[in-house]
């Protein structure tokens, strides 16, 4: 069993040091977890990390990602910049599993291990409350890091409309899109809490708000 979330909470008197909570949140696309995030970060003073952003960095030039990614995929998935561009990258692996799943292997460890510098540097800050958002949150093992993992549920028809209202999306995008995705029963078994957001946000606050009680974080 992997000890990291025992370890990182004690100093070298083996006594901790503060007593930040860390979540976990993931779900699938068109959920609404942004919408979660950004509550969290202005009625908890949560401090949000997102691997999507973290990647994003990663895959800049003169970072070692980029490197692979480009030699994997070839120069038509970079700008007039020579910086990768995201849509056509994004166009060719949510199309393709295997291609997805070899950008996965090559990003997600080095997002973990940044994650893993900024959670240190946010305990010793003395942050209470650290929200980390990742689409392979399951895959990549976040529960022996953090204290809590959530999932955000949204039925599918739902989902569906806002990627086409917010994105632009076509319905045949949006079914390849959720198609490449861990279907619903995945995410209920790995995660400790489900938060409904098919409805109203006043309903998901309400249910946020309870978890949050429970774990003894008020807002702030």
Same mark, same amino acid.
């Given at each position: ?12 008197? @083996? ?12 779900? @699938? ?14 009625? %908890? ?28 995929? =070839? ?11 995201? &849509?056509?990258? =994004? ?7 295997? $291609? ?41 093992? %976040? ?9 955000? %549920? ?35 078994? =790995? ?10 946000? $006043? ?5 946020? &708000?309870?978890?949050? $009680? ?7």
């Amino acid at each position: 069993m992997y000890h990291w979330k025992w370890t990182c909470i004690q100093d070298r008197t @083996g006594m901790r040091r503060n007593n930040m909570k860390i979540i976990g949140i993931t779900g @699938g696309v068109g959920s609404g977890k942004s919408k979660v995030l950004k509550f969290l970060e202005e009625n %908890y003073k949560a401090v949000v990390c997102e691997a999507d952003k973290m990647a994003h960095k990663l895959q800049m030039p003169g970072q070692w990602c980029y490197d692979k990614i480009v030699e994997h995929f =070839g120069d038509k998935i970079l700008n007039s910049e020579k910086e990768i561009d995201r &849509k056509k990258l =994004g166009a060719i692996v949510f199309a393709d599993s295997n $291609e997805l799943q070899f950008l996965n292997r090559l990003i997600h460890p080095e997002v973990k291990r940044e994650f893993l510098k900024r959670m240190e540097t946010e305990r010793v800050q003395g942050t209470v409350l650290l929200v980390f958002e990742a689409a392979l949150l399951l895959e990549e093992h %976040y529960e022996e890091i953090c204290d809590e993992l959530w999932y955000i %549920y949204t039925e599918k028809s739902v989902r569906m409309q806002r990627l086409k209202e917010a994105r632009g999306y076509t319905e045949e995008r949006c079914e390849e899109i959720i198609r490449n995705q861990n279907p619903d029963d995945v995410f209920r078994r =790995g995660c400790d809490r489900v938060i409904d957001n098919s409805g109203t946000f $006043e309903d998901t606050k309400v249910q946020i &708000k309870e978890i949050l $009680e429970k774990m003894e974080i008020q807002s702030r």
